[in-house]
């Protein structure tokens, strides 16, 4: 297929570049560099420069794409509660103009990064598709906004659309990895005490309702990620939205996954036990079951793998 990927040179939209041009697909990213990088866009991979409201219709129209996959955004949480214009427009506003491209270029299919955060604080665990979703920040009331309008243009002008709602992603694929400038996932947090760049990590919180006090999430390699988006792709039918949930269905606390850490740099990584930090639900935990089902996806790296990944793709820079 000729695929449009916004956000390419992102984290995981240059990972799943890289695995959509190796399943044999042609891959052009439309990025704006806000916060990806030019030299992560995969060789082999076009890059057009731009934001999807300037550079989306131009970059479809008459160019006989089959299909999106939409991964730009902004998705830093705190920043959404500073500044929420920010991210309606940037997020929401932004989304509404490449599906607005796609409409009038003719172009039929969509996946789309959405996110646990739709969900908020869960009333239980694990998480299904079917369970309430009450954002607790503008970043997941964006992305849910998002989620909402895909359905509203499969039912009403026939678009094919998957959502596929990731919990943590982590984890690197060889030269490809996480590298934000302003960094708040935990694991690249840890692994810079180990490189020495930070000298200890905060735990956000230790009085949470949990085993060991710290929260518990649900990390998905972003390599098994990628295998989730070239079945989405398949899967998309004309005048249907499905929403996937992609975690593991296992949860693992702050404190575990600095030990994983531990264990696989060989560094001891001093901690500096601080307040929780805004807006951080307890427990996030997915059942994926939906995706294994429908699509017979099911993850395949575990969290030490993730950590390995990440470490090695840190010092091969
Ligand atoms: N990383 C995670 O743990 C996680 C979890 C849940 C959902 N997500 C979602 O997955 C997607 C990718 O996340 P990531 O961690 O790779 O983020 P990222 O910041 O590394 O990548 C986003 C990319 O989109 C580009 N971009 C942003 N706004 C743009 C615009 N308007 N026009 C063109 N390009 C634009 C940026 O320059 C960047 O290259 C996002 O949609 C995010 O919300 C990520
Ligand atoms: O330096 C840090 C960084 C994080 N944490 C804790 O580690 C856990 C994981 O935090 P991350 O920031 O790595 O991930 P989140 O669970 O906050 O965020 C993930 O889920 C969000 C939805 O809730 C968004 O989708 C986001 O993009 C995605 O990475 C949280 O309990 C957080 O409080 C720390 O203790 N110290």
Same mark, same amino acid.
């Given at each position: 297929m000729k695929l449009l990927v916004t956000g390419g040179a992102g984290y995981v939209g240059s990972v799943v570049s890289a695995q959509l041009l190796e399943a044999g697909h042609e891959v052009v990213v439309l990025d704006d560099l806000s916060t990806g990088?030019?030299?992560?866009?995969?060789?082999g991979a076009r890059l057009v420069r731009g934001t999807l409201r300037d550079a989306a219709f131009a970059t479809l129209d008459?160019?006989?794409?089959?299909a999106v996959l939409h991964f730009a955004a902004r998705s830093l949480v705190g920043e959404s509660v500073q500044k929420p214009g920010l991210y309606w427009d940037g997020n929401l506003g932004e989304s509404l103009a490449l599906l607005d491209a796609m409409r009038r270029a003719g172009v039929g299919r969509i996946v789309f990064s959405s996110?646990?955060?739709?969900? +908020? @604080?869960?009333?239980?665990?694990?998480?299904?598709?079917t369970a309430p979703t009450r954002p607790t920040n503008p970043y997941g009331a964006s992305k849910l906004a998002i989620d909402t309008t895909i359905g509203e243009y499969a039912r009403l002008h026939g678009l094919g659309g998957v959502s596929l709602r990731y919990f943590n992603v982590a984890g690197a694929r060889g030269e490809q990895g996480e590298r934000h400038t302003v960094e708040t996932h935990l694991i690249p947090n840890v692994l810079k005490v180990a490189t020495g760049e930070k000298e200890s990590v905060n735990?956000? +919180? @230790?009085?949470?309702?949990t085993p060991d006090g710290t929260c518990l999430r649900d990390y998905i390699h972003v390599v098994d990620l990628g295998e989730a988006h070239l079945l989405a792709l398949e899967a998309c039918a004309p005048g249907a939205h499905e929403i996937f949930n992609l975690g593991s269905g296992a949860g693992y606390s702050v404190r575990e996954v600095i030990e994983v850490c531990r264990e696989v740099t060989g560094h001891p990584v001093p901690v500096v036990a601080g307040p929780r930090r805004a807006g951080d639900p307890a427990v996030l935990v997915a059942s994926s079951d939906k995706i294994r089902s429908a699509l017979g996806w099911k993850p395949e790296r575990d969290l030490r793998t993730m950590v390995a990944d990440a470490w090695a793709f840190i010092q091969s820079r």
């Open positions: 990088h030019e030299d992560a866009v995969p060789a008459g160019a006989g794409f089959d996110t646990a955060a739709t969900y +908020g @604080e869960p009333e239980s665990t694990p998480i299904p598709e735990v956000f +919180g @230790e009085d949470y309702p």
